[in-house]
């Protein structure tokens, strides 16, 4: 089973500020197959990230997926008053499908 | 759109089963998964049922005690899980596809006491 480590755990940052969420899995993920997801209180899981670096319909710009093997990264470049959520990874190349322990994206 | 049914209480073991209504598109196109979240925990992958041939690939852990069906004919996905727990408290969520899921269900909680 591939272990996939958010860091860090919260994060809290003002609106406007530079969002960086790390994601480290157990084992290459293979082609890249790491989705990033959203949720809100309430809420699903909302899709932002597929492919490590593609962006879901509809999901802005500010929003950006990077990395390759066992390190990967999602970016929001100028927070809004809507990004303060939980954020996890997600791994879809190995059985079982498993998920990070998510990051806390906090208004500071 | 996944519309799921609604919350559940259970007793220590007995059985409970979710639907989840696919509208917009024909269920067969695309497998359904079935995700559980527990109260301030990540989302846990339960399995998924195939779209074109209902093959199921089931969590190990949940082995013997979970079935995943479909009924095209209403476009609705079937979650049974059986020999309930205090464990097994947690927000149900179906979603569409078996490796990245890119609508879901809005969640069904079932609690187990």
């Known amino acids: 089973e591939i272990v996939l480590t958010q860091s860090p755990g919260t994060l809290s940052l003002s609106p406007g500020e530079r969002a960086t969420l790390s994601c480290r899995a157990s084992?290459?993920?293979?082609?890249?197959?790491l989705a990033w997801y959203q949720q809100k209180p309430g809420q699903a899981p909302r899709l932002l990230v597929f492919?490590?670096?593609t962006r879901a319909t509809g999901i802005p710009d500010r929003f950006s997926g990077s990395g390759s093997g066992t390190d990967f990264t999602l970016t929001i470049s100028r927070l809004e008053p809507e990004d303060f959520a939980v954020y996890y990874c997600q791994q879809y190349i190995d059985s079982p499908r498993t998920f990070g322990q998510g990051t806390k994206v906090e208004i500071k | 759109q996944l519309v799921q049914s609604g919350a559940e209480v259970k007793m220590p073991g007995a059985s409970v089963t979710v639907s989840c209504q696919a509208s917009?598109?024909?269920?067969?196109?695309?497998?359904i998964s079935w995700l559980r979240q527990a109260p301030g925990q990540g989302p846990e992958w339960m399995g998924w049922?195939?779209?074109?041939?209902?093959?199921?690939h089931y969590a190990e852990k949940l082995q013997g005690r979970v079935t995943m069906t479909t009924d095209t004919s209403t476009n609705t996905a079937y979650m049974e899980l059986r020999s309930l727990t205090s464990d097994d408290t947690a927000v149900y969520y179906c979603a569409r596809k078996m490796g990245v899921y890119d609508y879901w269900g809005q969640g069904t909680l079932v609690t187990v006491s």
């Open positions: 049922i195939s779209a074109d041939n209902g093959q199921t």
């Open positions: 492919g490590a670096s």
């Open positions: 084992q290459t993920v293979s082609s890249n197959y």
């Open positions: 917009g598109y024909r269920i067969f196109t695309y497998g």
